[in-house]
């Protein structure tokens, strides 16, 4: 596995594995797949605040990415941002997301931040929150069906660790 810094080529296959997470699963409450221009946009703007944004090759692919950043752009706030981590599912149970993941962490606590937030779609999204757990965070909220996809509610499950 190699884990590297996103470049703006990588854009298309991230864009392909966010649009299948979008599609069909609670990981996004995207409805719409934001097409490979909204991509990029997104990545420039991770990029532009010195956040990480990085993918995970194996094989010669791009088996899942993940990137920083801000919780909120209040001022306040500077010092705390927000994961996502998207495996491709051809890539599942590789440890992707956990290498994926501690780099991450690791990455934002040397760019100077303190507190890392997971806002994690679904409460009966497991893989997401065991990932989560094994990393140090711990649950610290619950919002009850703030979601609506697949004609269902969902929950926001709110974690949070200190890098």
């Not at 854009?11 to 995207?30: D, K, L, P, R």
């Not at 679904?122 to 004609?151: M, T, W, Y």
Request: aromatic residues 10%; neutral net charge.
């Amino acid at each position: 596995m190699n884990l590297r810094d996103a470049t703006f080529a990588d854009m298309q296959a991230v864009q392909a594995i966010y649009a299948h997470h979008v599609q069909n699963g609670t990981g996004s409450f995207e409805i719409d797949i934001p097409d490979l221009a909204e991509m990029q946009r997104r990545f420039q703007e991770v990029r532009s605040r010195n956040l990480p944004f990085l993918v995970a090759e194996l094989n010669g692919r791009i088996g899942g990415y993940a990137y920083a950043n801000l919780y909120r752009t209040r001022e306040a706030y500077r010092f705390t941002c927000e994961d996502s981590v998207y495996i491709d599912p051809d890539f599942h149970k590789q440890g992707l997301g956990h290498a994926l993941l501690e780099a991450l962490i690791a990455q934002a606590a040397r760019n100077g931040f303190k507190q890392m937030v997971a806002v994690i779609g679904g409460s009966d999204n497991a893989g997401s929150i065991r990932l989560h757990e094994k990393h140090g965070f711990v649950r610290v909220g619950l919002l009850p069906q703030v979601g609506f996809k697949f004609d269902r509610w969902h929950d926001s499950v709110l974690m949070q660790r200190e890098l």
